[in-house]
Nanobody, 120 residues
């Protein structure tokens, strides 16, 4: 019922910046929360940043002060601005969100992921 499409990943040098976007579409009544997760090779998927319907944000300790999550409700889109990137940030980044459907049921959905590589 809901589809998430990520974009903005790529290759960047240490200290550089990228902005990821995630657009949601489908039978959406409201967005309860959205966020970004990442998974490096051989590692479990971990939360990076989340934002609630009220605008409250939460960040992993490893990205505080460097990453910023934001949203555009009119476009059903969430962004992740990543600055001062480090090689340790290299991972596949996934968009995730919890939605209330037009039917008033709800569900959580994942995007397909976008690769971020930080390397010299």
């Amino acid at each position: 019922q809901v589809q998430l499409v990520e974009s903005g990943g790529g290759l960047v040098q240490p200290g550089g910046s990228l902005r990821l976007s995630c657009a949601a579409s489908g039978s959406i009544f409201s967005i309860n929360d959205m966020g970004w997760y990442r998974q490096a090779p051989g590692k479990q998927r971990e939360p990076v940043a989340t934002i609630t319907s009220s605008g409250s944000t939460n960040y992993a300790d490893s990205v505080k002060g460097r990453f910023t999550i934001s949203r555009d409700n009119a476009k059903n889109t969430v962004y992740l601005q990543m600055n001062s990137l480090k090689p340790e940030d290299t991972a596949v980044y996934y968009c995730n969100g919890r939605f209330t459907h037009i039917s008033r049921s709800y569900g959580r959905y994942w995007g397909q992921g976008t690769q971020v590589t930080v390397s010299s």
